[in-house]
């Protein structure tokens, strides 16, 4: 008889960031493959399961996507808790959504203390008018002990090896 039971890790990983640096938009990408260009308010938090399978290990993602916004505050940092991997996005064509990368990284940590943390510079297709720096976010990201890719959900860069590299890092860490 064929063993097809596998036993499957669970992993939750939180995703923060400005409102419309591309949260919803980057995890759209991840579990589907889509981009939508309306921009849909993401009401408090939203979740979205996935699998990934990394070195042949079957593993299960709960993805909780936050809305930016003060009103949810308080909801979304019940969503901190019991995660395992977050990540920190901003848009590189805005100066002030990687300013608040700090903001959202002590939300976290006032509620988390075990954390792998991802970076993404998003947006990444709109180089042209880029404000962020790579050299400078990844400075940062190496200081703070992140992954980091300038991601894209328009065209996906960055975005799976990404979320591999948060993963792996919880994995080997903990
Ligand atoms: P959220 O508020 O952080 O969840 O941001 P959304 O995912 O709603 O995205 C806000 C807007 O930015 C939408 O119009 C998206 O289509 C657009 N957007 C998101 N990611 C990208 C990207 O990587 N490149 C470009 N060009 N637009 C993006
Ligand atoms: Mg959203």
Same mark, same amino acid.
Do not use: M, P
């Given at each position: 008889?064929?063993?097809?039971?596998?036993?499957?890790?669970?992993?939750?990983?939180?995703?923060?960031?400005?409102?419309?640096?591309?949260?919803?938009?980057?995890?759209?990408?991840?579990?589907?493959?889509?981009?939508?260009?309306?921009?849909?308010t993401t009401l408090g938090v939203a979740y979205q399961s996935a699998q990934i399978? /990394?070195?042949?290990?079957?593993?299960?993602?709960? /993805?909780? #996507?936050? @809305?930016?916004?003060?009103?949810?505050?308080?909801?979304?940092?019940?969503?901190?808790?019991? @995660?395992? @991997?977050?990540? *920190?996005?901003?848009?590189?064509?805005?100066?002030?959504?990687?300013?608040? /990368?700090?903001?959202?990284?002590?939300?976290?940590?006032?509620?988390?203390?075990?954390?792998?943390?991802? *970076?993404?510079?998003?947006?990444?297709d709109l180089n042209e008018e880029r404000s962020v720096q790579k050299d400078y @976010?990844?400075?940062?990201?190496?200081?703070? #002990?992140?992954?980091?890719?300038?991601?894209?959900?328009?065209?996906?860069?960055? /975005?799976?090896?990404?979320?591999?590299?948060?993963?792996?890092?919880?994995?080997?860490?903990?």
């Open positions: 008889q064929l063993q097809l039971k596998q036993e499957q890790k669970n992993i939750k990983i939180v995703v923060l960031g400005d409102s419309g640096v591309g949260k919803t938009s980057l995890i759209q990408k991840f579990c589907f493959d889509t981009l939508s260009e309306k921009e849909q399978v /990394i070195k042949g290990q079957v593993l299960k993602l709960h /993805i909780w #996507d936050t @809305a930016g916004g003060e009103r949810y505050r308080s909801l979304a940092q019940l969503c901190y808790r019991d @995660a395992n @991997a977050a990540i *920190l996005v901003y848009n590189i064509t805005n100066q002030k959504s990687f300013e608040q /990368i700090y903001y959202w990284e002590q939300e976290l940590f006032e509620r988390c203390t075990k954390l792998s943390i991802g *970076l993404a510079g998003n947006k990444c @976010a990844q400075k940062y990201a190496n200081q703070h #002990d992140f992954s980091f890719y300038e991601t894209s959900a328009k065209t996906g860069e960055g /975005i799976q090896i990404l979320f591999t590299d948060v993963i792996q890092k919880y994995l080997g860490q903990y």
